[in-house]
Structures are given as structure tokens and as C-alpha cells.
């Protein structure tokens, strides 16, 4: 009889630890079920941003680790165990590790704003932070650029992110700028023939929009013309060289002088 009324007492008991274990079991099912289903939306949509994958692995391990602290807490909390001192713990812990890995959490930070914010892509010529060359790698906490001479160069992304960068190949077209210097006293309409002869024979310069061929300026020692043709991007250096070339040699033949800066100095005898 002890033994029944023993086991009649201890019945609550067992049924609320047993419905306690049962409700923890389906937050744990469910939570973990909507936490797979957050994962796959965030991939998904990350994908179709065409984001880069080490910013996907990233934010899935940061949204799964921060679901699993929640439900932590949640089950805790259900069983009575008090959690706020264990908040605290974690706010230290972040604290300390957040100090101790500033610029490390900084360069990620810019890593995932330049990968989702794209103010350049890998395989575009850029120049930032005193550097210009190709992009080839952009990572999490660094963007390498390819120089021109054959170096690569690793910027930061914390640093790079908050920097003014100049992307030459955001554009499919690119205006070359150049300048050419002709003696007083030469035939402009000719020196002009010419260097538009240049541009029209040149297959890479674009005809929409047109080049812009016109004195600039009155110089000390020179009529300065400007020569200002539109390529693509990807034949900047090409039109750029050769042209440059081109005017050098074709106005010279013409008898047409290109001057440099020179000084007339008059010796006055007693």
C-alpha cells in the first residue's frame, strides 16, 4: 500500500519531467528543422547573388552557430537553469574576442561588404590605396592584385573597403587621353589631318563615340593638341601605345616639329 501510494505521488512528478522532456524534444526537432530551412533560403539566395563562396560558408556557419546559442538558451531557460549569467559569459567572451581580433574581424567585415556590394569583380583592373593591377583573388580578409610588372599585391579588405577605388573595367568602353605638341608657326589643319588619319586607319578605335582631335593650349614652347579616341577597355594600352608612337613618327615626317622646353638666353656685353 506504501508502494502505491509512494508510486501515486511520485506520478505528477513523472508525467511533468516527462512532458518537459517531450516539449524539449519537439523545440529541439522543430528548431532544428527551421534552422536547415534558414540555411538552405540564405544559400539559395546567395546564389542567385552570385555571392562569393567563402562569404556563403561564412554567414551558413555564423547564422548556424547563433541558432544553435538560441535554442541552447531556450531549453535552458525551459528547464529552469539560469541563463543570464551564461549571457554574460558569452557578451565576455565575444568582448575579449572581438579586442583581440579587431583587424581581423575588420578585414572580414570588408571582405563581405566588397563581395556583396561589388565595386569590382575578379579578372578587373583597379587602382587603390597607391596600387593598380588586376584583381585575382578576393577573399575574406584580402584582395590580391596581378601588377603590370609581374607583382601581386595583397590589400586588406578592412583597409580597401573604405578606400576610393578607381575600376577601369567597370565600363566596356574607355576614353584614352593624350596630348601632342606642336612649334608655333605649324600648320594646325595639317598636324590635325594627320592624327585624324591616325585614328581612322586604327580598326580599335570606336566610331561611336567619336574622337575629339583640338587645340588645348597656348604653351611656353608649344601649341599642345589634345588626341582623345574611344576603345574598348580591354584595348586601352594597345591604342594608347601604338598611337603615341604613330604621332611621333608620322608628324616628324611631315617636317611637322614637336618641341621641348627650351630656354633662349642673351649675353649683353658692356
Known amino acids: 500500500m506504501d508502494e502505491l501510494t509512494k508510486l501515486e505521488q511520485l506520478l505528477p512528478k513523472i508525467l511533468e519531467v516527462g512532458g518537459s522532456l517531450i516539449w524539449a524534444l519537439a523545440v529541439l526537432f522543430i528548431g532544428l528543422k527551421l534552422l536547415g530551412l534558414l540555411r538552405r533560403v540564405l544559400r539559395r539566395a546567395l546564389d542567385r547573388s552570385s555571392v562569393d563562396t567563402g562569404v556563403v560558408q561564412f554567414l551558413d556557419a555564423l547564422v548556424k552557430i547563433v541558432s544553435y546559442v538560441v535554442l541552447a538558451l531556450i531549453l535552458m531557460s525551459h528547464f529552469g537553469i539560469q541563463t543570464a549569467s551564461f549571457i554574460t559569459l558569452l557578451g565576455t567572451a565575444g568582448v575579449a574576442v572581438g579586442l583581440s ?15 556583396l556590394t561589388k565595386p569590382f569583380s575578379v579578372g578587373n583592373y583597379i587602382e587603390a590605396n597607391g596600387y593598380e593591377g588586376t584583381v585575382v583573388v578576393i577573399s575574406l580578409f584580402a584582395t ?23 575600376n577601369f573595367s567597370a565600363n566596356d568602353t574607355r576614353r584614352v587621353d593624350m596630348s601632342v605638341g606642336v612649334a608655333y608657326g605649324t600648320d594646325l589643319k595639317k598636324a590635325r589631318a594627320i592624327i585624324e588619319g591616325i585614328l581612322d586607319a586604327d580598326e580599335k578605335v570606336l566610331k561611336d563615340p567619336s574622337y575629339i582631335v583640338a587645340v588645348d593650349s597656348l604653351d ?24 603615341m608612337e604613330l604621332l611621333n613618327n608620322r608628324l616628324t615626317e611631315a617636317g611637322i616639329e614637336i618641341p621641348f622646353p627650351q630656354m633662349s638666353v642673351h649675353i649683353q656685353k658692356d
Open 220 to 243: 611656353d614652347s608649344a601649341i599642345t593638341i589634345l588626341v582623345r579616341p574611344w576603345v574598348k577597355a580591354e584595348d586601352y594600352w594597345d591604342v594608347k601605345w601604338r598611337t
Open 144 to 166: 590580391i592584385l596581378h601588377t603590370a610588372d609581374n607583382r601581386n599585391v595583397v590589400l586588406p579588405n578592412g583597409a580597401l573597403a573604405n578606400s576610393n577605388i578607381v
Open 101 to 115: 581580433l579587431k583587424e581581423s574581424l575588420s578585414n572580414i567585415a570588408g571582405g563581405i561588404v566588397i563581395l
